[in-house]
């Protein structure tokens, strides 16, 4: 028997599964931080929703623990590298809640398409106000979906039922699978030009926030109607409400907020902007799901069986020698989709040297981990990793080589348009990118890293240089390799801090300058 301490409210189902499974449940709601720190000694399981912060210190003081169940998707509030780092796994209910955000998304776009809010008030304040409140129709319209993960899929799936046309903007996504869906892949700009509605189903990252802001407004179609119940901060505000004030953007429909909870906005006073107050997962059928679903999971890990929504894994489970090469290969992952600018064609994962006599699959869930981080709306795992991938259209192989020319290990990603190597130099097994499109280069792979390619020509870095420092741009480290086969050059720049768009559109219009590309955070 083991004692499972839930600090949340969670659905009674999920409840009586684990004490039909013979363990002790402790249910204890609103603890503080010092009281959860003292409950949770001795407890083998741990139970949370959103609101409980899973720290360092309560790890620490959970030196029982075996495992801690998240009772939806985010992770944010859970300290999953310290958990790891202790054996402790943490599990997740990714599916719990997608057909209910879906749901919430077509019924933000009705209720905004036919004014129901709004004529509902009206009504019930004693007006009859039909001309005021005419509407449009779904059917003939285009819907633009920005991310096709779960949520969007089902989003796309639903609005094809009204007869909409569907396009689409998710760089990790491949186009025969977006086909297959009924959905044509278009750039963002495109995208926003060419939509009456759009549907936004991204992550929140520091590449995604802001990312529907002031600039990509003004491409928009005049009068688009704009949906969002992913998360609050990837629309810029400030920007949407004087775009929908000047009449360009038709409206809006929105669940989630920059900040929340959210009770007073300049939005809540445009009549053509619909909101509730974040209920994508608000349904008895999301929460019964989520209680469930992660009732079974810590049941799993308690009896030390597979657990198919675990979103890490103990490192120890590899060897020393590949496990020293985790971060490194997620590193890379992450590189090689900025690199891709999304989802590469293919991917070739090849492993040389000692490498190649291991067992290297969990090396490969790594680069998909990093490959797929800012790409989907829920935590990435070892366990979904390969589901993604699938999922997403992206077709893996992998080769070993028992040689290497120039490196005891060496592990290279290549698609059709990029190639990237990576090894462990020193006594201290520092990682290094050592190759970028078969430009030999020497460089610590950094959060934020820039990548240059340009004529090889005298004058190219102190251009390239200027321009940095004019922009505030500062220089952690810096690696230059001349092409083996033609006459350009290549410049890897570690960077303190994340390069701007102004920078990039002024590298990309330089004279000499062939390409640039921007490594981002996860």
């Not at 000047?246 to 902007?273: I, K, Q, R, Y």
């Not at 240089?465 to 505030?472: E, I, K, P, Q, R």
């Amino acid at each position: 028997m083991a004692r499972i301490l839930v600090t949340e409210e969670l659905a009674d189902r999920g409840l009586e599964l684990m004490r039909e499974a013979g363990h002790q449940v402790d249910v204890s709601l609103g603890l503080t931080p010092d009281q959860l720190k003292e409950a949770v000694d001795g407890a083998h399981a741990l139970i949370i929703r959103s609101a409980t912060k899973v720290t360092a210190e309560v790890l620490g003081a959970g030196t029982s623990l075996i495992v801690v169940g998240r009772a939806g998707i985010g992770l944010d509030n859970v300290d999953v590298a310290e958990a790891t780092k202790r054996g402790v796994m943490v599990v997740n209910a990714p599916q719990s809640n997608i057909l209910s955000a879906a749901e919430q998304a077509m019924a933000l776009m009705l209720a905004q398409a036919r004014n129901i809010p709004q004529a509902h008030t009206a009504l019930t304040a004693g007006r009859w106000e039909r001309s005021k409140w005419e509407g449009v129709e779904l059917h003939g319209k285009t819907l633009g979906v920005v991310g096709l993960g779960r949520v969007g899929a089902l989003v796309a799936q639903r609005a094809l039922a009204f007869g909409m046309r569907l396009i689409a903007y998710d760089p990790y996504v491949s186009a025969e699978r977006a086909k297959h869906m009924g959905v044509e892949l278009l750039p963002l700009d495109e995208v926003m030009a060419e939509s009456d509605f759009i549907s936004i189903h991204l992550p929140k990252t520091p590449e995604t926030a802001g990312l529907i802001g002031k600039e990509l407004l003004s491409k928009a179609k005049a009068g688009i109607r704009i949906i969002n119940t992913a998360r609050g901060g990837i629309i810029d505000e400030t920007a949407l409400y004087d775009a929908i004030s000047s009449g360009h953007v038709g409206g809006a429909g929105l669940d989630v907020f920059s900040s929340e909870p959210c009770t007073d906005s300049p939005l809540f006073t445009l009549p053509n902007v619909v909101v509730t107050p974040h209920l994508g997962a608000s349904t008895v059928e999301a929460q019964d799901k989520a209680g469930i679903t992660i009732a079974e999971q810590v049941l799993l890990a308690l009896e030390g069986a597979f657990v198919p929504f675990a979103v890490n894994i103990n490192a120890a489970e590899a060897s020393a020698d590949v496990s020293q090469f985790l971060g490194l290969a997620e590193q890379l992952g992450r590189i090689f989709a900025c690199l891709s600018e999304g989802l590469p064609d293919h991917l070739e994962i090849e492993y040389q040297g000692d490498l190649a006599t291991e067992d290297t699959r969990i090396l490969t869930l790594s680069i998909l981990k990093g490959i797929f981080a800012a790409g989907t709306e829920e935590p990435v795992s070892y366990v979904n990793a390969p589901q993604l991938a699938a999922e997403r259209g992206l077709d893996i192989r992998e080769m070993k080589t028992s040689t290497s020319r120039d490196y005891k290990n060496l592990m290279t990603l290549r698609s059709s348009t990029h190639a990237l190597s990576g090894t462990l130099v020193g006594v201290q097994s520092s990682p290094r990118i050592v190759m970028v499109d078969d430009h030999i280069v020497e460089v610590p792979p950094a959060e934020h890293m820039l990548v240059v390619r340009n004529d090889d020509r005298p004058g190219m870095i102190g251009v390239v240089g200027t321009l940095m420092g004019t922009h505030n741009i500062g220089i952690s480290s810096m690696a230059v390799g001349p092409s083996a086969v033609g006459p350009t050059a290549l410049m890897v720049f570690s960077t303190g801090q994340a390069v701007t768009n102004e920078l990039l559109d002024e590298l990309r219009s330089t004279d000499g300058i062939i390409d640039v590309h921007q490594i981002g955070a996860f």
